[in-house]
């Protein structure tokens, strides 16, 4: 029986993927596994019995990646499974940013129970004028799963689209429309944007990507939307600039600062919120669980490297270790010292950690984890019936 942890409430589709080998709970228990959302797990102990965390949705900058990859926790997340529902909202953002449509409803419920409304509307309208998206310029930093949808998206709407993200995946480029301009670098998109979308990580590298400096770049009345963490914009310079500089900005991270702030749009981190999202995100977090805890297969971990073997042999052990040398043949060595059969082996790694699977032809192990667990460079050994 495994127990899976979930924190957050997750869609109950991907609560019905667990088999009945799964025991699912909310509260503290001794969890094989976490199922999480946004919660902040920064502070959580990390028991010796955890083995997985799988964040239903892109964003990790909720969990310690760090100290899981220290433990042998792999982390999982779900990518591109809500980048359709992310991309449509940030459509909205953008419509909002061109046409003054939150003023304007605000506005319009403002006469409730008159009786001329249809007169007061035609009268007053002009003071809702916008302007239309075809032919302006949008930045796009960032071109993964979501940031691709809506670069793409945005050719449609006869906008003039410019792409920036260093780290570009073979896999992204390919579902890159060739009409969107390349940004060699960020300045060249900031200098030329009439509207700038962020769709990167926050990370260490990238905290306040957005600040004065980066502001006093960008074209007059710059409207910025930001769907992607409240942390790479720095709050302090959109308060300083907006309603001068900064046309508007558009946020699905509110906070105490933002909160009130004249063309600050404020939504309630929305992005991922669609049944059809919620429910991608749950039922691909739930299989990487149960395909890692019963296979010790890895698809989609953001900190060990991804490693798929079918079964073969009867039992199969999986290593996660430091990617040093003569690590195979220690594994091996072990092994072969009691003469257990390798049917299937491989070995992935990723920077200075390494992951070694190998199906065995044999019905027991004598011993053979106690002393893989001893070698200095291994930090964790599973075992798999
Ligand atoms: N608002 C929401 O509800 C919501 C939903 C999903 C994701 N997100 C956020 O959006 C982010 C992007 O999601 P995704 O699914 O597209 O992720 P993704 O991993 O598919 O794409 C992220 C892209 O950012 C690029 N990147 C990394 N550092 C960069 C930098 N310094 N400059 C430019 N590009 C850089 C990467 O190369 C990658 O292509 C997530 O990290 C998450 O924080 C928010
Ligand atoms: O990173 C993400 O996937 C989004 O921020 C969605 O977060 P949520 O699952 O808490 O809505």
Redesign the pocket.
């Known amino acids: 029986m495994y127990n899976i942890r979930l924190y957050n409430s997750i869609a109950k589709n991907g609560i019905k993927q667990f088999s009945e080998k799964y025991n699912i709970v909310e509260d503290e228990t001794e969890e094989d596994a976490i199922l999480v959302r946004s919660s902040n797990l920064h502070s959580m102990v990390l028991e010796d019995n955890l083995k997985a965390i799988a964040r239903a949705?892109?964003?990790?900058?909720n969990i310690p990646i760090e100290k899981c990859t220290e433990k042998g926790i792999a982390v999982f997340n779900t990518?591109?499974a809500?980048?359709n529902?992310?991309k449509e909202?940030v459509m909205v953002g953008l419509l909002m940013s061109a046409r003054p449509l939150y003023e304007a409803l605000k506005w319009t419920s403002t006469l409730d129970g008159r009786d001329d409304i249809e007169e007061v509307v035609e009268r007053e309208k002009k003071k809702f004028k916008g302007h239309e998206l075809e032919g302006r310029n949008i930045g796009v930093?960032?071109?993964?799963?979501?940031?691709i949808k809506v670069a793409n998206l945005a050719l449609e709407f006869g906008m003039n689209v410019y792409g920036?993200?260093?780290?570009?995946?073979v896999d992204?480029a390919w579902n890159l429309s060739r009409n969107i301009k390349r940004a060699t670098d960020?300045n060249e998109l900031l200098k030329n944007s009439d509207y700038i979308t962020l769709?990167?990580?926050?990370?260490e590298?990238?905290k306040h990507?957005i600040n004065n400096d980066t502001i006093s770049q960008m074209k007059d009345g710059v409207h910025i939307l930001n769907?992607?963490?409240g942390g790479l914009v720095d709050d302090d310079a959109i308060i300083e600039n907006v309603g001068g500089k900064v046309g508007s900005y558009v946020t699905?991270?509110p906070n105490k600062k933002l909160a009130g702030v004249n063309r600050v749009y404020n939504i309630p981190?929305?992005?991922?919120?669609t049944f059809e999202s919620e429910e991608k995100c749950a039922v691909m977090a739930a299989k990487e669980l149960m395909e890692y805890l019963e296979n010790g297969n890895i698809i989609n971990s953001v900190n060990m490297p991804n490693a798929y073997m079918e079964r073969s042999g009867k039992i199969r052990i999986g290593c996660f270790h430091k990617n040093v040398v003569g690590m195979i043949s220690k594994i091996s060595d072990i092994l072969t010292k009691r003469k257990l059969n390798i049917t299937n082996l491989i070995n992935k790694s990723r920077g200075e950690y390494a992951y070694t699977l190998i199906d065995l032809d044999s019905d027991g192990l004598n011993g053979a984890v106690e002393e893989l667990k001893e070698i200095d460079e291994m930090i964790r050994v599973q075992v798999y019936l």
């Open positions: 949705g892109a964003g990790t900058n990518p591109g809500n980048a529902a992310v909202l930093i960032g071109l993964g799963a979501i940031g920036y993200d260093p780290f570009i995946s992204a960020i769709h990167l990580p926050l990370n590298n990238t990507i769907f992607a963490r699905d991270f981190h929305l992005g991922a919120s």
